[in-house]
T-cell receptor, first 111, second 118 residues
Framework: KQEVTQIPAALSVPEGENLVLNCSFT??????LQWFRQDPGKGLTSLLL?????REQTSGRLNASLDKSSGRSTLYIAASQPGDSATYLC??????????FGTGTRLKVLA | EAGVAQSPRYKIIEKRQSVAFWCNPI?????LYWYQQILGQGPKLLIQ????????DSQLPKDRFSAERLKGVDSTLKIQPAKLEDSAVYLC????????????????FGEGSWLTVV
């Protein structure tokens, strides 16, 4: 059974810091891995999608890496801003495009 | 492009009552998902439709939960009778992926229906 874990569960940092969020999964037989952002009271918004054949994806200040063999992905946020405050969720994508989510990391960036 | 629409946004019911949530996916999206998200946890898949057929409902508590997607467009999720532990956000999502078509396309979520069972 695929299990997805995210560490840390919560993180509070001063504005401007670079930070790393971690995602680990138990079964390396995945098709894609995707990072999402969830603001309070809102649905999920896709940030980055890494296909299984890729090692990383970048979008602006965000960089996500994937190491299937070790069952790990990291989301790197450069020069964090208060607007980055949200919950970040990773999801592994299995056959039939089933998404299995982690429990999320609650990020607070202090001004 | 209009997003995934869900209603109602908020619902408070007593235990043993029933509730129904409605979802209208993005136009043309064949795949529709219902997720349950309990506070502090990640979303858990309840049911996945491909057009009007069920792809995965292995985690749907079928003794009390039911879902349908008539005509392969919008969908309804029903809970009857509700229990206290059903208090959660029910998220609907859709994608344009065909089952087994694994490309870089992504999934789009609605804002969720918040259920409180008292």
């Amino acid at each position: 059974k695929q299990e997805v874990t995210q560490i840390p569960a919560a993180l509070s940092v001063p504005e401007g810091e670079n930070l790393v969020l971690n995602c680990s999964f138990t079964d390396s037989a995945i098709y894609n891995l995707q990072w999402f952002r969830q603001d309070p009271g809102k649905g999920l918004t896709s940030l980055l999608l890494i296909q299984s054949s890729q090692r990383e994806q970048t979008s602006g200040r965000l960089n996500a890496s994937l190491d299937k063999s070790s069952g790990r992905s990291t989301l790197y946020i450069a020069a964090s801003q208060p607007g980055d405050s949200a919950t970040y969720l990773c999801a592994v994508v299995r056959g039939t495009y089933k998404y299995i989510f982690g429990t999320g990391t609650r990020l607070k960036v202090l001004a | 492009e209009a997003g995934v629409a869900q209603s109602p946004r908020y619902k408070i019911i007593e235990k043993r009552q029933s509730v129904a949530f409605w979802c209208n996916p993005i136009s043309g999206h064949a795949t529709l998902y219902w997720y349950q998200q309990i506070l502090g946890q990640g979303p858990k898949l309840l049911i996945q439709f491909q057009n009007n057929g069920v792809v995965d409902d292995s985690q749907l508590p079928k003794d009390r939960f039911s879902a349908e997607r008539l005509k392969g467009v919008d969908s309804t999720l029903k809970i009857q009778p509700a229990k206290l532990e059903d208090s959660a956000v029910y998220l609907c999502a859709s994608s344009s992926l065909r089952t087994g078509h694994l490309s870089g396309n992504t999934i789009y979520f609605g804002e969720g229906s918040w259920l409180t069972v008292v």
